[in-house]
């Protein structure tokens, strides 16, 4: 039962552009493969790339440039003293204080959160650290979620052998 499918009205006589030429994907469609090169000697030796050169005379000013600077942190300017102080000094890092608080780890999960949030509420537990905490007590969940899924697929996979 093959109907032939009629053409629209406005779709007769219509036919598709013709196929476009090939590029080389730079595209350039006068460029195909195996063509002669344009270039047959290719790049001269010796030649310097214009990035090279601008990083080859930046490296030669730097002991200059880094000289102005510090001269500059040292007269007072607050900007250059920063900017000498943050490439000198590795940036500091909030270190959290440990914390004791009532936990039960064996709880549901829902209940080591409340815990937690209790903890935060108590002012026991830092907020930043309280959510630390939570986000651990997540992963931990996903992964025993993850766990428990394996152990079903293998029991599974063994009723059925």
């Not at 310097?48 to 102005?68: E, F, N, P």
């Not at 102080?85 to 064996?106: C, M, N, T």
């Amino acid at each position: 039962m093959t109907e032939a499918i009629e053409t629209p009205e406005w779709l007769e006589g219509w036919r598709p552009a013709p196929a476009a030429p090939k590029s080389n994907g730079a595209g350039n469609p006068n460029w195909h493969r195996g063509m002669k090169s344009p270039n047959p000697a290719g790049r001269p030796r010796g030649i310097v790339d214009k990035r090279v050169k601008i990083a080859q005379q930046m490296l030669d000013d730097a002991h200059s440039i880094v000289g102005v600077i510090i001269e500059k942190a040292l007269e007072g300017d607050a900007s250059a003293a920063a900017l000498v102080l943050s490439r000198v000094l590795p940036a500091l890092r909030s270190q959290s204080e440990k914390v004791a608080f009532p936990f039960d780890a064996s709880a549901p999960v829902a209940q080591q959160v409340e815990q937690v949030l209790a903890a935060i509420a108590d002012g026991v537990v830092a907020p930043d650290v309280g959510k630390q905490i939570i986000e651990a007590i997540g992963a931990l969940a996903s992964v025993r979620a993850t766990e428990e899924l394996e152990q079903r697929i293998v029991m599974l996979e063994a009723r059925q052998v």
